[in-house]
């Protein structure tokens, strides 16, 4: 069973960038498609960007394409999130999440993170 750990959340201006960490243990992490999903505050968790074992699939909500780009080091078990140009609406609790089949899909992931804090200043 995988254990996941986010890190790189913050404050940051609109307009800015951060790059999100998500650590991978206690699995084998290239067996593992790898996703992002965001919940602000009175809203429900929403699908943010996946990615597949081998990087050579990426898939992206509509509201972050172009802005957004989801990575993975699997010789690091670390997936990753740029955030580029971010705005207000950006401003969320961001988790990472894994699942064991092959998908790529905005669905169905088994093992979350804690989550990490990323608050957008208008």
């Known amino acids: 069973q995988v254990q996941l750990v986010e890190s790189g959340g913050g404050l940051v201006q609109a307009g800015g960038s951060l790059r999100l960490s998500c650590a991978a243990s206690g699995g084998t992490f290239s067996g593992y498609v790898m996703g992002w999903f965001r919940q602000a505050p009175g809203k429900e968790r929403e699908f943010v960007a996946a990615?597949?074992?081998?990087?050579?699939?990426?898939i992206y909500a509509e509201s972050v394409k172009g802005r957004f780009t989801i990575s993975r080091d699997n010789a690091k078990s670390t997936v990753y999130l740029q955030m580029n140009s971010l705005n207000a609406e950006d401003t969320a609790d961001y988790y990472c999440?894994?699942?064991?089949?092959?998908?790529?899909?905005?669905?169905?992931?088994?093992?979350w993170g804690q989550g990490t804090q990323v608050t957008v200043s208008s």
């Open positions: 990615i597949s074992r081998k990087s050579a699939t990426a």
């Open positions: 999440a894994a699942k064991e089949t092959s998908m790529v899909t905005t669905r169905s992931y088994n093992y």
